[in-house]
């Protein structure tokens, strides 16, 4: 089992920054892919940013350039955030794999920009 708890959600301004921090716990060794993902309602769940056990990193085009992802060892991964826009605003998950293929969520944070 691997347990996730994100932080550093709030309410910025159009333009700001802010850095999520997804802590984790339990089996950390299995994992090999870690991301962050965000909902608004009556949306699906996207990905907006992932790093593989390689440092591979991924990003979703809305995000290039603006979003930063990064992880020290296996328990902590971060998601800077700058230059943010109100259409950022969701419902942030951090999201773990394990070998094995199962799958954690933490509980979300929520991020808000306003204009």
């Known amino acids: 089992q691997v347990q996730l708890v994100e932080s550093g959600g709030g309410l910025v301004q159009s333009g700001g920054s802010l850095r999520l921090s997804c802590s984790a716990s339990?089996?950390?060794?299995?994992?090999?892919?870690m991301g962050w993902y965000r909902q608004t309602p009556g949306k699906e769940r996207e990905l907006v940013a992932s790093?593989?056990?390689?440092?591979?990193t991924n990003y979703a085009d809305s995000v290039k350039g603006r979003f930063t992802i990064s992880n020290i060892a296996k328990d902590t991964m971060y998601l800077q955030m700058n230059d943010l826009k109100p259409e950022d605003t969701a419902v942030y998950y951090c999201k773990a794999v394990e070998y094995g293929a199962n799958e954690y969520w933490g509980q979300g944070t929520q991020v808000t920009v306003s204009s």
């Open positions: 339990g089996r950390v060794f299995s994992i090999y892919f």
């Open positions: 790093i593989n056990l390689g440092g591979t």
